[in-house]
């Protein structure tokens, strides 16, 4: 069953992409179309396309394409259905259910629910005589009752069975329970047992206030200390951040930036509300990007380990290339922010508000980081301190930012500031060559069809490909030249699968008297649409005369007459011989 065409056609001309866009991201006008910083990955040189005329949207940088209905699939990551219903109820439109086979939306929906009624059992569990260990654990980590209700902290027994029984009594069965990474199959296969045994919970909460994941820690000591939900269909770790439901309330745009879920809670507690953490892996781009939507500024509060350290250098880069302002935070004497809050008691808060207030940004940091790190006693390690620091200072994209630090380091080391700012320079356009360098190697990728996942076949016939996907452009654009169109070439006759499939799907369509591309988001995957919204974008401007389409089916035509490799292969003697005449007669 599908959505009644009219209705998405409906849907989508009341959800205006520009309007819904701008919702998330800043956009500038060029010509009739819309540019902006990609909110899919991040760029310094706006990417992102918007074209008013299709209502389509395009990448240039990270190639993520399509209308409106996949632009939030991406930005909030809902399934097609979900993303629908999102958009109707901002439209004012009611979704004809009757038409819909829905079965993963009620899955997901299903799922949601499990999560829901699990992080009340274990709520309530925590408050029970099997949760006295783990109460007692969270208000000895100084834990109110009130900030234990607020994040619904909870505890699973210490019995395989016990979440199991309850979610099967509320009527939920062992494939739901499994979607949700709630149980697993026992080794024998005839069953299901908990995940999580014997361990404070952690509930991990969306932006829309769905429970999608937990957290535990165990109550013993086994092995790992915590255990985090896999990936599911409503969770992704790498997609989101612990608290960020409560940090985008917090009334500015600012983020703290912490390793786990107990220096998050601290910091809440303290009053500290604009906390969050990544969820048991390292930084991602898409979290960043996540990030991004909500704050201007990163302050980076992780530990002052080695390992803390590493994640924290890692961590800067990730929120630069995000666009974002980074500051970083060194708490004394190595202490995590929940351990320094709990062990200067009352003063806590303004203890760790003074040294938040006077953390260094992300260069500061790495200077100082690299200045402990070499004996600047001696020219070797003046030298050496030198040559990272002026990498460091390359990076950076203000001018007078980079002579200020010039001035700085020129006085540390007794050097002159001249030399140092000349090595700077000498560094800019060095990183500027490579930048190119490797611009110039994506851009012949792309030519040769080396990065083209959908189309496999690109890289072997790019000169086909390249046609049919003008043709296919400029058939979107006119519809009205498909008789011309099917007069000189058949769908039979392109050279490449995806082409074919793409070519025969818009020519039926247009035969039906409907918009091209109206569906796309619910006949295509999301990839499939966003190689759609590339060719779409890069070639929807080539000419578009009737003399320029009849060169593209010279070209599919051509080069679909040619023998391919299988031909020769599998020729007997005759036809090899055939085959060889027939391309001789082409050529002379």
Do not use: W
């Not at 991201?25 to 074209?51: A, D, W």
């Not at 991406?74 to 259905?81: A, F, H, P, T, V």
């Not at 985090?228 to 960020?244: A, E, G, M």
């Not at 519809?479 to 392109?494: G, R, T």
């Amino acid at each position: 069953m599908r959505l009644p065409e009219e209705f998405i056609s409906e849907l989508k001309f009341r959800s205006d992409i520009s309007d819904i866009a701008s919702s998330y991201m800043q956009l500038k006008r060029r010509g009739r179309n819309l540019v902006g910083l990609c909110p899919f990955h991040g760029e310094k040189t706006p990417s992102f396309n918007i074209y008013t005329e299709n209502g389509s949207f395009y990448c240039f940088g990270c190639g993520a394409g399509g209308d409106v209905i996949t632009f939030v699939m991406k930005i909030e990551n809902l399934d097609y259905m979900e993303a629908v219903k999102f958009l109707a109820q901002r439209a004012g439109m009611t979704v004809p259910e009757d038409a819909v086979d829905d079965s993963m939306s009620k899955l997901r929906t299903r799922v949601f629910e499990a999560n829901r009624e699990a992080a009340r059992f274990y709520y309530n569990k925590l408050y029970s005589n099997e949760g006295r260990q783990a109460l007692s654990y969270l208000h000895s980590r100084a834990l109110s009752d009130k900030t234990i209700t607020r994040f619904g902290l909870g505890f699973s027994p210490d019995n395989r069975f016990a979440l199991t029984n309850h979610l099967k009594s509320k009527g939920f069965t062992d494939s739901e329970l499994i979607a949700a990474n709630l149980v697993f199959k026992t080794r024998s296969g005839n069953g299901v047992v908990d995940r999580f045994v014997n361990r404070a919970m952690f509930p991990i909460i969306d932006l829309r206030g769905n429970v999608i994941a937990f957290g535990g820690r165990i109550m013993s000591d086994q092995k790992p200390k915590y255990l985090n939900t896999s990936d599911t269909i409503v969770f992704n770790k790498s997609q989101n951040l612990f608290s960020l439901n409560n940090a985008k309330n917090s009334g500015n745009r600012r983020l703290i930036l912490c390793e786990g879920y107990m220096d998050v809670i601290a910091l809440n507690q303290a009053g500290f509300t604009d906390a969050v953490a990544t969820l048991g892996t390292a930084l991602t781009t898409e979290q960043a990007m996540l990030m991004k939507r909500y704050c201007d500024e990163v302050i980076i509060c992780y530990d002052a380990d080695e390992a803390g350290q590493k994640a924290t250098a890692r961590a800067i880069n990730i929120l630069r290339n995000a666009g974002l302002v980074v500051r970083v935070i060194t708490i004394p004497d190595g202490k995590d922010p929940d351990e320094f809050i709990r062990k200067n008691g009352d003063k806590g808060p303004s203890m760790f508000k003074h040294i938040l207030e006077n953390s260094g940004n992300d260069i500061e940091y790495r200077l100082l980081k690299l200045k402990s790190s070499f004996n600047l006693d001696t020219t070797d390690g003046k030298f050496a301190y030198l040559s990272q620091a002026v990498k460091v200072l390359a990076t950076l994209d203000n001018d007078i930012e980079q002579d200020l630090y010039a001035s700085k380091l020129a006085s540390e080391v007794d050097v002159e500031k001249a030399s140092i700012k000349e090595q700077i320079r000498k560094s800019v356009r060095s990183k500027y060559y490579n930048d190119r360098k490797s611009e110039f190697s994506k851009l012949q990728s792309d030519i040769s069809g080396r990065n083209d996942k959908m189309n496999p076949e690109h890289s072997k016939k790019p000169r086909a490909t390249k046609a049919e996907q003008n043709l296919i452009a400029y058939l979107i654009n006119n519809p009205d030249k498909l008789p011309l169109i099917e007069k000189h070439i058949s769908c039979d006759e392109f050279v490449t699968d995806f082409n074919k499939r793409l070519f025969s799907y818009f020519s039926e369509r247009i035969k039906e008297h409907k918009e091209p591309l109206t569906t796309l988001s619910a006949d295509f995957t999301t990839d499939e649409v966003s190689s759609i919204a590339e060719i779409i974008s890069r070639y929807s401007k080539v000419a578009a005369t009737d003399t320029a389409l009849m060169e593209y089916i010279s070209i599919i035509k051509d080069e679909s007459s040619k023998p391919t490799d299988e031909d020769i292969a599998s020729s007997s003697a005759d036809e090899f011989d055939s085959l060889l005449k027939n391309l001789k007669k082409k050529h002379q």
